[in-house]
């Protein structure tokens, strides 16, 4: 297969579709439709409906204000050049049903999704030539649709893979605004994000409060659950540090929620399973104790408020 233009020839505009736009999603089909490029966002009835007539609208922290328009379907009718799986893991078989393999067959398919096991879904259905893993760090909310809310100064992603294969993605998302690096190994890139979200999704949902209330009333759990969540990583070949995932809540805005706490106030199913199932499905092939996770997954499970 040949490989897609952009990777050859970057920033050129390219076509993009984004599958799930919403507080991710949405932010970054707006960051792309704005740096230049052709971006189709696949949705429901009611928030293709929107997008078509209304575009998509970011209020952010770190770029302002902003509006910009977009295509919108149902299905993704059409090949691309990338498409951006931005959809939560609850609700991620229906949306792989609105993308033919065939829109995607020159393409590159890169999933935004939280947890560390979706991956394989994908290769199983698009091939894994076309699959990159990649993770992304940002706090940004849909409000309504086509309304996007995006708190944190930052918007980071790791692609994984070789270098001269994903510089021209890379090169793309930059010029739109994303920081975004290539690392080699999957598993650092995979697991350096997990490392980092388990703790935050875990101790706000749980305790129903932003990250502020959580690493001053909660500071020795977050720290022992970092730890925790570090050994997995490291086991499984991550090589995330226990300090340097402090320092970055640290640096948080105090306010700031994890999409899971977003959800529990929605009243909205849970990415329980993709995060804190994942982790403790890691710890338990290798035989590593994470008493603090599976009080706090079993206490979700339960419902505990």
């Excluded at 505009?13 to 507080?23: L, R």
């Excluded at 991550?238 to 994890?258: M, N, T």
């Amino acid at each position: 297969m040949s490989e897609p233009r952009q990777l050859e020839n970057a920033p050129t505009p390219s076509t993009i579709a984004v599958v799930g736009p919403g507080g991710v999603g949405g932010l970054l089909a707006a960051l792309l439709s704005r740096a230049g490029h052709r971006v189709i966002c696949v949705a429901g009835d009611v928030t293709a409906a929107a997008l078509r007539e209304h575009g998509i609208q970011v209020h952010s922290r770190q770029f302002g204000d902003f509006a910009v328009q977009v295509e919108a379907d149902t299905e993704l009718r059409e090949p691309v050049d990338v498409c951006i799986v931005a959809v939560k893991s609850t609700s991620l078989d229906s949306a792989l049903d609105r993308v033919p393999p065939k829109a995607v067959a020159e393409g590159l398919v890169v999933p935004m999704l939280n947890g560390i096991e979706h991956t394989d879904v994908l290769r199983t259905r698009y091939g894994a030539d076309r699959v990159v893993p990649a993770v992304i760090r940002v706090e940004s909310a849909r409000t309504a649709p086509g309304i996007i809310e995006h708190g944190s100064p930052f918007v980071e992603i790791d692609l994984a893979g070789a270098e001269d294969r994903l510089a021209g993605l890379a090169a793309l998302l930059t010029a739109a605004d994303v920081t975004t690096r290539v690392l080699p190994d999957e598993e650092q890139a995979m697991w350096g994000k997990l490392a980092f979200l388990a703790p935050f999704a875990l101790l706000t949902t749980r305790y129903r409060r932003p990250i502020g209330g959580i690493r001053t009333e909660h500071r020795d759990e977050l720290t022992a659950l970092v730890a925790e969540t570090v050994a997995v990583g490291r086991a499984c070949g991550g090589q995330a540090e226990v300090d340097v995932i402090l320092a970055r809540y640290d640096a948080f805005p105090a306010e700031s929620k994890s999409s899971m706490l977003r959800d529990a106030e929605a009243g909205l199913p849970l990415e329980l399973d993709a995060i804190g199932g994942a982790l403790l499905r890691a710890a338990e092939r290798h035989g590593i104790a994470v008493p603090l996770t599976t009080r706090l997954v079993t206490e979700l499970r339960d419902g505990a408020q």
